[in-house]
């Protein structure tokens, strides 16, 4: 939550600033060096979980290559641009279905939680294609 809520003040500033590509940058980092984190990770330890957590980004990359796509004249992005493309192309044989989610409150403790349950297919191929072209792009980015 304190990371979510310095990267809402510094974006709301770079944009005040006229810094979009900037903050831009810093999105594609940070996404990138978390999905870094997380593959390399989960092919250590084979946890189903994050497999999952994984396969749910699915719907955050869709955001940022739609946001990135805007800033694609600029030299850096046009590099790792089709690589981002190549990475929407293997999640978008990743299903990620979600059943209806029930909300129940503890009447004692007065706290209220959505439950809700994921139905995810990916194989083992898919996180292997994913680590390469996360592997990939940070590279780039970081070269």
Known sequence: ?????T????????KENDRELTAAFILIGGWIEGMHFAVNLQSSQNNQSLI???AEQKYS?????SL??????NSTIAEIYPLFEK???VYSNITVTHD???VVTDQDSKVTSIDSNSKIEITP???QEITKLIGEIRSKIVS
């Open 1 to 5: 939550q304190i990371i979510a809520e």
């Open 7 to 14: 990267y809402a003040g510094a974006d709301g500033y770079l």
């Open 52 to 54: 999952n957590s994984i």
């Open 61 to 65: 990359l869709d955001n940022l290559v």
């Open 68 to 73: 990135i796509g805007d800033y694609k004249e």
């Open 87 to 89: 990475l929407l192309l």
């Open 100 to 102: 209806k989610a029930v």
């Open 125 to 127: 191929d898919q996180i």
